[in-house]
């Protein structure tokens, strides 16, 4: 057992991304349930739907599971008060200050993680008492750091700088990528596009069907003046790629974007004027299959590349 492992009581330390429209309940208990560590993401649900989330989750396992809350959401104080509440037992925070929720959250023993693009952010993130960080790097799909440092990088250079384990994220989603962040440093990993192209993912069909499809290029960090984010190329996309060779500002940028596009891309399948954040694993992606399913083949594939090493930070 490895220090992920024992931190959040969990059999394979494979975490499933919390991911706005794509991981409600049905996906992270699925995770939880095969010995993963599920999580929902909180980023686009309103305060009674977070709510409702956490308890049918509770219902569903009774395996440790987590909730992701960007920490620009508007209602933050609301979900951090269900997530007391509820007695939800650990949170990854994101896109934000770690100093702002970290100690109230660990004064009720609930176990905190945050999301760090950089060292920095990372040495920030363990001064404010976070209990492990998820280095994410580049390739990773939906919103990302502005510096633009690769998980290849980023991870080896966390892992040296912090005391705290280090979850890898970004670019991971078959188990060669696994072994190759255990080999970074990291001891553990956070998938999020594997698991959109799952049956009990909340993205809509189109979606999903679009990402299993999607190839090798079809993703692109946009926005960047704005907030950067990783979109999968159609319609929209091309307008935003227009926008920036234009000089768009940050004004003319932001209108573009308008409100909601990543519900109606994601969640309501809308592949022409939606935003389709993924990341740019998704090009090796080609079957919608069950998230048990997904868990099962990484750990095999794990095991099997990793059979005869004897290396204690392989072994889980
Ligand atoms: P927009 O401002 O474009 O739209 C807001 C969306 O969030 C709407 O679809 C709205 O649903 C829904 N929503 C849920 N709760 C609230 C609330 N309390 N107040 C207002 N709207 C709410 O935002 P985005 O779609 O770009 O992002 C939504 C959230 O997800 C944000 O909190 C953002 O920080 C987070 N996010 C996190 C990412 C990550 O990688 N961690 C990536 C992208 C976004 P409705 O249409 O039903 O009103």
Redo the contacts with the bound molecule.
Sequence with gaps: MNRIQQLFGIQHPIIQA????CSGWELASAVSNAGGLGII?A?????E?LRDQIQKCQAATNRPFAV?V?L????IEEHMASIVELKVPIVFT??GNPKAWTQHLKSHGIKVVH?VSSVKFGLKAQAAGVDAVVAEGFEAG??NGREETTTMCLVPAVSEALDVPVIAAGGIGGSRSILAAFALGAEGVQIGSRFVATHESSAHQAFKERVIAAKEGDTALRLKPLTP?RLLDNPFAQQVAAAEANGSDLEALSEL???????RGMFEGDLEEG?L?IGQVSGQIDAIVPAAQVVEELVQGYHALTHGMTEPRFRW
């Design positions: 919390g991911m706005i429209w993401g980023g686009s649900m309103y305060p739907v992701n960007p620009l959401y508007p209602s994101s896109a999301v939906g919103h984010v974007l308008g409100r909601g596009r990543a519900k935003e954040e």
